[in-house]
């Protein structure tokens, strides 16, 4: 028998909204064997024909950095009960790693990443829409402290892209996206009341 997704929830937000830790509690509540997680920021074109200094005056908050079109590919993949190799991105050097990781059908999947709900043909495989909300000062610290930590930054270097990039292409793609959601969760505080309803939600399919 081939298994397919039961339920393709789409997980949207702005930047270190929260998105990330909202996915984490809903695997570890269901159970990794129920859930596959589609993280959209795996698709950054790989450009290596771009020096590193190039690469970091991409826009990568912008629609056009995302290589969606593969993503669709693999969605399909999963949707037709096969395995789907997800790029695994370097945001140090901005470059896609020469290994994969595989994703197979389970009966929840997950669609996460900032512009999710923007993109129309991503929307299309969502039978749930979820945009996870958080003040835009909350969502700067926390962009702070995870890109010094986690990728290396300087604090200057994260500043100026958030100024230049990161709040403008929220503004124009990743708020107005809202609109398309069925449940929007906020995050400035923990929200279990909310989890709980977004968990009950997925277990009726498993």
């Known amino acids: ?23 984490e509690q809903v695997v570890a509540t269901i159970g990794t064997g129920n859930i596959e997680v589609l993280n959209h920021d795996a698709y ?19 629609p056009d950095a995302l290589e969606t ?3 669709i590919e693999h969605l399909e ?8 190799p997800l790029p695994i991105y ?9 290994e994969v990781r595989w994703l197979t059908p389970t009966p929840v999947l997950v669609i996460e990443g900032i512009l999710v709900l923007h993109q129309p043909e991503l929307r ?25 930590r986690e990728r ?11 100024l230049e990039s990161v709040k403008p292409m929220h503004d124009c793609y990743v708020d107005p996206s809202r609109n398309h959601a069925d449940l929007v969760i906020p995050n400035n505080r923990p929200n ?3 989890l709980r309803t977004l968990e009950a939600r997925l277990r009726a399919v498993l």
């Open 69 to 71: 079109e593969l993503a």
């Open 44 to 62: 950054y074109r790989h450009r290596p024909e771009l020096t590193l200094a190039e690469r970091n005056q991409v826009n990568y908050d912008h």
């Open 192 to 194: 279990p009341e909310v």
């Open 124 to 148: 299309a495989f969502m039978d749930l829409k979820v945009f996870v909300d958080a003040d835009p000062d909350v969502r700067a610290l926390r962009r702070m402290e995870r890109d010094q």
């Open 90 to 98: 370097d945001f140090s050097a901005h470059l896609r790693s020469t």
């Open 1 to 23: 028998m081939v298994l397919k997704p039961k339920l393709i929830v789409g997980i949207a937000g702005g930047s270190c909204s929260g998105k990330t830790t909202l996915v």
């Open 77 to 84: 993949k999963l949707c037709s009960g096969a395995r789907a």
């Open 152 to 162: 290396g930054r300087t604090m200057e270097s994260v500043q100026q892209q958030f």
